[in-house]
């Protein structure tokens, strides 16, 4: 696609703008490492654009906060101070779902996530953010903690211009074949291969 012009021109009745502004499923998926970060990326420039950002963090312990929640936390600060940017809500599994009430333990992991994947589903219903990252959320589906069908059936018919990206390895096929953009991220090297554990600003 050089220049960013598209390789076909469907016949599908709609004009450049219409098409162009349809709002995507994205799966960043496979063995490579940047996943997550392409898609917190993907949320800064959304924010840039005035989108509201909300995140839902799967698996990843609630006691456990990484580089990218802090910017996009003080990104929607910096939002309700000035009016730059859009707004943005982060949740992560457990007792980071902020309309929960538990405690705060890791127990249940799979009503956790089923208990997420409702709350994703009203806000779609609601219309909630612009864009969604559904960060990990592979590993739900690929273990049977969230039903794959209801995941595709609910992200296809969803309303308005709500952007969708969900990272992970091992995507299901049948969300794979919903998405509109699919990446796959392919490992070459990684210093992990060599006794080199993860560092302060390139993991976290």
């Known amino acids: 696609m050089p220049k960013g012009v598209p390789t076909t021109v469907p016949d599908d009745g709609l004009t450049t703008r219409e098409r162009r502004n ?6 960043h998926t496979g063995p490579g490492k940047g996943k997550s970060t392409a898609a917190f990326g993907l949320a800064m420039r959304g924010w840039n654009q005035g989108f509201s950002i909300g995140v839902f963090q799967f698996v990843k312990s609630a006691k456990w906060r990484i580089g990218e929640q802090t910017v996009l936390e003080r990104l929607g600060e910096l939002h309700e101070e000035t009016g730059e ?17 538990k405690a705060g333990t890791d127990e249940d992991h799979a009503a956790d996530a089923a208990e997420g ?10 219309e909630r953010h612009d864009l969604y990252v559904l960060d990990e959320f592979t590993y739900p589906m690929k273990w049977g903690w969230v039903d794959v069908d209801d995941v595709v059936s609910t992200l296809v018919n969803r309303p308005g211009r709500q952007h969708v990206v969900i990272t992970g390895r091992h995507a299901d096929p049948r969300l794979v074949e919903a998405a509109n953009l699919v990446t796959e991220m392919g490992q070459v090297k990684h210093p992990m291969e060599v006794g080199q ?7 976290w």
């Open 197 to 203: 554990k993860g560092q302060r600003g390139i993991e």
């Open 85 to 101: 940017g859009g707004p943005v809500t982060w949740h992560k599994m457990g007792s980071g779902w902020s309309w929960s009430r």
């Open 117 to 126: 994947w409702q709350e994703i589903k009203r806000a779609l219903a609601e």
């Open 22 to 27: 349809r709002p995507l499923i994205m799966v």
